[in-house]
């Protein structure tokens, strides 16, 4: 912004300027596309749910029948998993990544640092299907034989790990999308403790304070609009994803407190059965659990890169 | 003694966090080179997908299937970013450019399922088949705002004395963006270009129900066409233990693709060049 505001192309020749307008032109025609691609996105989920919607109306998100024969559509049991299996994830995955954060950023040696963050964004690179394949014949065998009986004998008096466990199941699913957003919440987590102006820790240090307590009483409460926002950057990775999940989660559309349990998420059901749905209102429904996911992660996002922008705005004004 | 203590305990606590988040990465990669090492042949390379429970046969034509796809999404979907990022870098105005530079970031978010079903009322609705060409666009859609925001950064990175050097010369604005500007950040560019490709070539979730899969050759962009990923997916969740090994040899594929267009991009292309991550 600074640069381009700075530089005038200077008005030598009428023939620049037009040069410059046509360029102008043509560039900005390509940044709308970007505006124009998103609101046919909302147009076409808004327009192709108009059967389910109309329909069921607001009942869609209550209703826990999805029954493809009688055609009926309720969004409930989905809602639910997706909801689910992305806390097991956050609960997982924000300590986890956020104490890798601070060990990159604070602790660890550049190099060290500049070389383990190298790995864990190639960790970030990993197709979504390969984590399913992977989580489907190491981790659902270990939960069915280890995880599910010593849980149920350890935990077994809380109504979270109660009931047969096959393997397949919330937990699962969100074990592995916890896997799989930890890399965000490095990322996003460590640039914005890099943005904490030098000064807060010296400051901190030179009053006695130790090493850990500079950190996180100082560093991660300055950058602590940041490090949400890498939080809810990985949230609305985690209500998105498709392929882990759906390996994973056994695809059964329950209600149950039991995390042993299979269940079904959003994403889920719909790479399993849009393209076996053969009626116009099965596919309406599918589009409108389309449009809620996209709602729900579109406004998630939102927060979180507002929280971002804010966070890198403040860092960016240090000497 | 206290303080003293709760600091080294939870220094080590953060150290190990890191140590147990790499080693996920190895973990993956040992897997995969062990199962998909013993199952991977010349005929995944040549052959085609054999019918079900005849032992054997390859996946020539998912890899075929999957550079047409990812093609084709790249001649969509790179000069549409390229030109996006040229604008919010070079002729950002004030009213355009903070939206579509968020609206860039909200598309970068957006479940790769969710494009999907535009990719299918847009393409595979009107065409009344699954089709490659419904597959690009969709990874089309997903690769614009992954190009666009690396190319303004890179753009951004190059120093003002250049762009004043060429004003200076009696450029104007245009000459200077294309003689000067976006040389010096090609390589950064091509960068963030190699990796939002290989990002969408793993995508499978979009292609389930635009693409779909193919057990032949299939023909042109208006048919089904079979791609790595989605082939893996459906080979994993068989029941088969013929399809499973296959599963591990096509993961073992993609997970080579993937991590060597990041490794090369990242280490040898952008050499000390901080890649910017949406």
Known sequence: ?319 | MWRKGVNAVMLATTAAFTVLTVSTLFLILGYLLYYGGRSLDWNFFTKLPLPTGEVGGGMANAIVGSGKIVGMAAVIGLPIGFFAGVYLSEFEDKLFGAPVRYVADLLNGIPSIVVGILAWSLVVVPLKSFSGLAGSVALAVMLIPIVTRQTEQFLREVPLSLREGALALGASKWKMVATVVVPAGSKGILTGMILGIARISGESAPLLFTAFNNQFWGGGITQPTASLPVMIYFRAVSAYDDWHRQAWAAGLVLIAMVLTANILARLVLAKGVSVPRG
């Open chain 1, 1 to 319: 912004m600074a640069t381009s505001a700075a530089v005038q192309a200077p008005a030598i020749r009428k023939e620049t300027q037009t040069g410059d307008m046509i360029a102008r032109l043509i560039v900005f025609a390509f940044a709308a596309s970007i505006l124009l691609i998103t609101a046919v996105l909302v147009y076409e989920l808004w327009h192709t749910s108009a059967l389910s919607r109309h329909k069921s109306g607001w009942g869609f998100l209550i209703s826990r029948v999805w029954d493809p024969v009688t055609e009926e559509f309720g969004a409930l049991p989905f809602l639910y998993g997706t909801v689910v299996t992305s806390a097991v994830a956050i609960l997982i995955s924000v300590p986890l990544g956020l104490g890798a954060a601070i060990f990159l950023s604070e602790l660890a040696p550049a190099r060290v640092s500049s070389a383990l963050t190298f790995l864990i964004e190639l960790l970030a690179a990993i197709p979504s299907v390969i984590y399913g394949l992977l989580a489907l014949f190491t981790l659902v065998p270990l939960m069915r034989i280890y995880g599910g009986p010593f849980l149920k004998s350890t935990l077994g008096f809380l109504p979270l790990f109660k009931g047969p466990s096959y393997g397949v199941g919330f937990l699962t699913a969100g074990i592995v999308l916890s896997i799989m957003t930890v890399p965000y919440i490095i990322s996003v987590s460590r640039e914005a403790l890099l943005a904490v102006p030098r000064e807060q820790r010296e400051a901190a240090l030179a009053l006695g304070a130790t090493r850990w307590e500079t950190t996180w009483q100082v560093v991660v409460p300055y950058a602590k609009l940041g490090i949400l926002g890498s939080i809810f950057l990985s949230l609305a990775r985690a209500l998105g994803e498709t392929m882990a999940v759906t390996m994973v989660i056994g695809n059964d559309p329950k209600i149950t407190a039991s995390l042993l349990s299979a269940g079904h998420s959003i994403a889920a059901v719909i790479a399993g059965e849009f393209s076996e749905a053969t009626t116009a209102t099965y596919q309406a429904a599918l589009v409108e659990l389309g449009l809620v996911l996209f709602g729900l992660t579109i406004v998630i996002n939102g927060a979180a890169r507002l929280m971002i922008i804010a966070t890198t705005r403040k860092g960016s004004k240090r000497p």
